[in-house]
């Protein structure tokens, strides 16, 4: 028995709850042969276990296991999670919520967002900055901005060598203390890219195209494209300063890809890569972590998941109350308060898609956002009216999600008319959002 295992077992012993001592690890350990070091917070069993051969496994085979109870550890967790298979490693942090515990695919994430970055910094320097205070810094990701392609967006993206490498980094540019350029900078996890099967990938033959000039049009992307090889593009559909160019055949749309990446139109060095079709099986609830909150489902009248029997929405009168007040839609929980403006508060001009969902607190802005995450078109809301028996205008809204990947267009209606035009937009917007 190695001397860091007991010292990692004795660690354990002094904050057991009871007063346990470490015995129970330490068999452990000696059942299985696997190795015990406590470092950074965290105590890691294994890594490789006893015999392995090879590089450690791939990306996809680790998962998260939260809301750990306090007085739980090895002896009882590996063989819980060895039920499953057999374990490569398994990290213990020394903070636990103490509910029950929560298991979902770990995200082994290698990139962090930086934000409030100053616009007129280039990739070098934006990599030399981040070089001096990270270490396992493997690249840089800057975008030009939209109107002028001498200045960036004011933010980047840093990719590391290992998830650890960025949570330390994370971790170090979190307290406020690196100022690059005189600047507070805004960090935190970048959303992580959306994974499409080999299978459907193969079947792809549209274009992403980014990094294009406001001005340039659809005409003139669809010509340019169809230089290499006259005739096959099908139709081109540009949003800002991005777009998307559909191909008859799939053939044609690799060839292209290849040929017009890196090429200037209009002055502008473009981007292009395959579009990633929108996963028609992932729910908007899956996408925000099923947090969804129990009064928006009551709220739209769907069915009790315990009784199978539809909830009603009750009077429209009550909806404003239900959705500015506590029970606000969808996860999670906002802050809905006020703070005071001190002269010389610094203002940095701030995207709304560079925001989290915790910055919404209405089901139209997260509709917005959730199409633009999905490079949808924004969604489209057409009115529609009736009279009541008792003569009032009762309102309905009709909602248009349209996937410009993949062509398709979606119609979304909810059953229920409202007397506001606000509440109708708003109801209309949860329907939709439950149902994508």
Same mark, same amino acid.
């Given at each position: ?8 077992? /004795?660690?354990? %012993? ?18 299985? #042969? ?12 294994? !890594?490789?276990?006893? #015999?392995?051969? !090879?590089?450690?496994?791939?990306? #996809? ?36 919520? !103490? ?40 690249? $840089?990701? $800057? ?8 200045? /960036? ?72 494209? /169809? ?26 749309? $690799? ?52 009784? #199978? ?37 610094? *203002? ?42 008792? %003569? ?40 939709? *959002?439950?149902?994508?």
């Amino acid at each position: 028995m190695h001397e860091e295992n007991k010292a990692a077992a /004795n660690g354990c %012993g002094k904050i057991r709850s009871g007063g346990q001592n470490g015995a129970a690890l330490l068999a452990l350990m000696e059942k299985t #042969g696997y190795s015990m070091v406590q470092q950074n917070g965290q105590r890691k069993f294994g !890594g490789p276990p006893p #015999g392995w051969e !090879g590089p450690p496994p791939p990306r #996809g085979c680790e998962v998260f296991v939260g809301k750990i109870p306090r007085d739980m550890y090895e002896d009882e967790l590996v063989p819980v999670f060895e039920r499953a298979g057999k374990i490569y490693e398994l990290r213990l942090m020394m903070e636990f919520s !103490g509910k029950f515990i929560g298991v979902c695919v770990s995200l082994d994430n290698c990139r962090l967002f930086i934000g409030a970055i100053p616009k007129d910094k280039k990739k070098e320097e934006i990599l030399n900055e981040m070089k001096k205070v990270t270490e396992g810094v493997v690249d $840089v990701i $800057v975008y030009p901005n939209a109107t002028d392609k001498t200045k /960036n967006r004011g933010f980047a993206f840093v990719e590391y060598e290992s998830h650890r490498a960025a949570a330390m980094a994370r971790r170090r540019l979190i307290p406020g203390t690196f100022q690059p350029w005189g600047h507070t900078i805004q960090v935190d996890w970048a959303d992580p890219e959306k994974v499409v099967d080999e299978e459907t990938m193969q079947r792809v033959k549209v274009l992403y195209v980014r990094n294009l000039m406001i001005s340039t049009t659809e005409d003139k992307i669809k010509a340019e494209f /169809n230089k290499f090889k006259p005739g096959v593009v099908e139709r081109v559909k540009k949003l800002r300063d991005y777009a998307f160019v559909h191909f008859f055949h799939r053939e044609d749309a $690799v060839a292209a890809m290849s040929v017009m990446n890196g090429k200037c139109i209009d002055g502008a060095s473009i981007e292009v890569t395959l579009a990633k079709p929108v996963n028609k099986e992932s729910s908007w609830k899956q996408h925000f972590n099923g947090q969804i909150s129990p009064s928006s489902e009551n709220l739209l009248g769907f069915p009790n998941k315990e009784d #199978g029997t539809q909830k009603s929405l009750g009077k429209p009168a009550n909806l404003s109350v239900r959705l500015n007040g506590q029970h606000s839609p969808g996860p999670p929980e906002v802050e809905r308060s006020t703070y005071p403006i001190f002269p010389g508060i610094k *203002l940095t001009p701030t995207s709304m898609y560079s925001l989290k969902l915790c910055h919404f607190s209405s089901a139209v802005m997260h509709l917005d956002y959730f199409c633009h995450k999905n490079s949808w078109a924004p969604p489209e809301y057409c009115l529609y009216s009736t009279t009541s028996q008792d %003569g009032k205008i009762l309102l309905v809204y009709k909602v248009l999600i349209s996937s410009i990947a993949d062509d398709s267009q979606t119609y979304f209606m909810p059953e229920k008319l409202c007397t506001t035009v606000e509440d109708a937009k708003e109801l209309a917007a949860q329907f939709t *959002l439950l149902h994508l």
